[in-house]
């Protein structure tokens, strides 16, 4: 009950916030993004003004690096007429920036020796002085000795102004706690489930993929944690950079595992062969190592799920559903992680929760289940028709015939010993079932004044049926007939076609008239019981007359698992 | 003395022959003619000779309900012992009429008491009956005892009479319906059975002889030995 209230606060809350994190608006497109860029590579000063002759110079998306990681980076920059302008700028780099010719700031200090800059988002005021409406020039003088060939993706700026760059910022902020909060409420209830209910290790996956993207929603704001800085930026660029491989990880052995794959060990290297690829710079992406990273492992989903498909197909058509949405939303919403991001995250966590608790609904189920097939099984072996009738014959045994009286007490004992072994097993062997029957058929042979047997044939008995299925065919036949005085022989026989197993119980038919029959009594209900624990949804039973004999059968599909 | 014939209705051998060895060591020289049968329709079937005065009856019989048998037969004259292992039964059986409910197991004291019941030498049980069956062709019709104002024999039979003025003739006698009857019921002469809650009043003639006055008009006579009881009922 608790996990099912937990599930609707879950799905309310995934209505309520949902919602704002898919429509949140991203960052409008990085002006570098538009801008057309060129390089050199070197170091003159002169290179930062506005009339400076580029025709040798080249585009950005050609970078090359430089000998000594020094270069110069120059952006034709529309003013339009901005009140308060704003520069951002996002660097791999050490750089300084100049506007036609004027410093305006910079990260790092480009030529010193060991001078690295941090990933960082800078944002320079520009004075409306400088920033006419028309053209003017930004240039960057870089120190990027790190940088590879190719990687055009280590610089990004734009302009916008002060007062609509507080305004995204606020959207971005709103969007970040909302999906923070989210990852947060499925952390608790992941955790919660794991600590008051079932103790599933993909629970603990599902909380170390929400930490991780709590961490991302509240450091990664492009460099700042909402409005200020949360932790020392080489603190949290270590606590990102932890979050992102924990998320890339455990997303990828969550799908393994919820998709009942094998070969752990080979889709663990191909899952850790797309990490790599995807940070490594190359030189014909041009996108950042984490974006190519996430639409890698996106693919590899849908790696996973295509090999799954011939066993488990709509889970199999689940996960590749939802990592084509996945890969649909970072390509649509360009770079923007995040939604990608908290996506992945209210997917896989739902889905796991889920089935985690309806495992749990299910497997309680299945004990209750369980414990009333063990209860009706006992129940009706002290049925006071059966209990009752057997003590009335034991005392007309004992004060007319001793020996008989003997007889009769061994063989309900025998029955009973054999009851009691099996009353606690959800399936017992068939030589443990028959050992049960043919204790059955000799007390009752004694009550009836009978000579019952059991034949079989074509029997495994080392296969397991459920404890009481042929019993209670064979209590149905002798209740349902009349063998007092009789000598009767009853048939189980088994036989297989493809690979379905069948098996029969033959019982004449004897007595004049005799109006109820086996079919829809608690005997049959238990057995239709049974066999649904036994193999679920793979049995059928039918019992009807042929001829001058009551034949029960019951199919097993697709045989004994 | 009159031989008491039994019909043991009960689908297991070993039980039917100590049910039988029980009743015969009961009835004693009273014992007549004992037949066991297995099943329902064989039980209704010797019922409907008449020739059985007590029916030892089982419940379950190979599967079919012994209710059956006590529906059609307790608008027959001979009375029924039920013998079951559902004693949980009992109360639907006493509203049926049965004079006793012996529990498997059983020893044969048990036996013997309900045989001495049958023969008015031990007290009746407590629960009585809250129905009466009655054949009407081959239905078996139960009127509610609630129904029935008065009793009276008529030979070998007995004449109920129902508060809406249908009288319906049963096949006991008065003297095996009266045990059956509840304290609400009063037998007040051989053969007249009232009930009580219909009485108006106590009317006296000449000779010391007396009669009660019923709401619907009908007079039932008082046997003289009987006369302080029912005064009592009046004071």
Redesign the interface.
């Known amino acids: 009950m608790q996990n099912i209230v937990m599930l609707r606060l879950l799905l309310v809350l995934l209505l309520v916030l949902g919602p704002p994190i898919l429509l949140a608006p991203g960052g409008a497109a990085a002006q570098s993004d538009e801008t057309p860029v060129v390089w050199r590579a070197g170091d003159d000063p002169g290179w930062s003004q506005p009339d400076l002759d580029t025709g040798d110079w080249q585009a950005l998306a050609h970078f090359a690096g430089a000998q000594d990681g020094r270069f110069w980076i120059r952006a034709r920059l529309d003013a339009p007429g901005l009140e308060r302008p704003v520069l951002s700028i996002r660097s791999n780099a050490a750089y300084e920036v100049f506007l036609d010719g004027q410093r305006l700031g910079g990260s790092g200090r480009p030529g010193v020796p060991g001078n690295r800059a941090l990933p960082e988002l800078v944002r320079v005021g520009v004075p409306a002085s400088l920033l006419d409406p028309g053209r003017h020039v930004l240039a960057f003088r870089m120190d990027g000795a790190s940088l590879v060939d190719g990687d055009s993706a280590f610089l990004r700026f734009r302009l916008d102004d002060a007062a609509e760059l507080a305004r995204a910022d606020r959207r971005r902020d709103a969007m970040d706690g909302a999906a923070a909060l989210l990852a947060g409420f499925l952390l608790l209830t992941a955790a919660g489930i794991w600590i008051w209910g079932t103790r599933r290790v993909e629970l603990v996956m599902v909380v170390g993929l929400c930490a991780g993207a709590i961490l991302i929603f509240l450091l990664d704001t492009d460099g700042r944690a909402f409005a200020t800085p949360l932790l020392p930026r080489f603190a949290a660029a270590i606590l990102l950079t932890l979050a992102s491989a924990a998320i890339y990880a455990l997303t990828a052995a969550i799908i393994h595992r919820r998709l009942g794959l094998g070969r752990p060990r080979f889709w663990a290297v191909l899952a850790g062969m797309c990490l790599v690829v995807a940070l490594l710079p190359l030189p014909f992406v041009g996108m950042e190592g984490d974006q190519r990273a996430f639409i890698l492992l996106a693919l590899l989903a849908v790696g996973m799920s295509l090999s799954a498909w011939p066993r488990r197909r709509l889970q199999a058509a689940v996960y590749a559903g939802a990592a084509l949405v996945c890969l649909v939303a970072i390509l649509l919403f360009s770079g923007q992680l995040r939604i990608f991001l908290a996506l992945l995250v209210v997917l896989i966590s739902v889905s796991m929760i889920v089935d985690v608790v309806m495992g749990e609904i299910n497997m309680r189920r299945a004990e209750l289940r369980a414990s009333r097939l063990q209860a009706a099984l006992v129940k009706r072996n002290i049925q006071p028709h059966f209990i009752m009738n057997s003590l009335t014959v034991a005392m007309e045994l004992q004060e007319t015939d001793a020996a008989a009286a003997r007889d009769f007490i061994r063989a309900l004992s025998e029955e009973f010993r054999a009851l009691a072994s099996m009353i606690d097993k959800p399936r017992v062997t068939l030589r443990e079932e028959l050992d049960l029957c043919r204790s059955h058929l000799a007390m009752m042979a004694l009550r009836l004044e009978a000579q019952l047997t059991l034949e079989t044939s074509g029997l495994d008995e080392a296969a397991e049926c459920p404890p009481g299925l042929f019993h209670t065919l064979i209590e149905n036949a002798i209740s349902h007939n009349r063998y007092q005085g009789q000598s009767v022989t009853l048939t189980l026989s088994a036989s297989r076609e493809r690979t379905d197993l069948t098996y029969s119980l033959r019982a004449p038919l004897l007595g004049p008239r005799v109006t109820a029959r086996p079919g829809s009594g608690s005997g049959t209900r238990y057995i239709e019981a049974r066999l649904e624990e036994f193999a679920p949804g793979r049995w059928t039973f039918s019992s009807a007359p042929e001829g001058d004999v009551w034949v029960s059968r019951v199919r097993i599909v697709g045989g004994l698992a | 003395m009159s031989r008491i014939n039994v019909l043991i209705v009960e ?5 039917a ?2 049910v039988e ?1 029980h009743c015969r060591a009961a009835l004693g020289e009273a014992a007549g003619r004992i037949e066991r049968v ?2 329902v ?1 064989a039980a209704v079937g010797q019922l409907q000779t008449g020739a059985f005065g007590l029916v030892m009856l089982d419940l ?1 019989l ?3 309900d012994g209710f059956d048998v006590l529906d059609r037969m307790t608008s027959h004259s001979a009375h029924t012992i039920i013998v079951s ?3 949980d039964q009992a109360a639907r059986a006493f509203d049926h009429g049965v004079l006793d409910f012996v ?5 044969a004291e048990r036996i013997a008491l309900a045989i001495e019941r049958y023969r008015g030498k031990a007290a009746a049980r407590p629960e009585k009956a809250r129905y009466l069956s009655f054949r009407s062709g081959r239905r078996v019709e139960r009127v509610s005892l609630d129904e029935v104002i008065l009793v009276r024999g008529a030979d070998k039979y007995a004449e109920v009479v129902l508060g809406d003025g249908r009288v319906k003739l049963h096949d006991k006698s008065i003297g095996k319906i009266a045990p059956l009857m509840p304290d609400s019921f009063m037998r007040v002469h051989k053969s007249w059975i009232v009930r009580l809650d219909c009485v108006e009043g106590l009317e006296s003639f000449p000779g010391n002889r007396h009669a009660l006055v019923l709401k619907t008009g009908e007079r039932a006579p008082v046997s003289r030995s009987l006369i302080s009881q029912v005064r009592a009922l009046f004071q």
């Not at chain 2, 689908?11 to 039980?15: A, L, R, S």
């Not at chain 2, 529990?103 to 020893?107: D, L, N, Q």
């Open positions: 689908d297991e051998p070993v039980v022959r100590r060895r297995d099943g329709e379950n190979h599967g079919e292992a559902y004693a529990t498997k197991p059983f020893e």
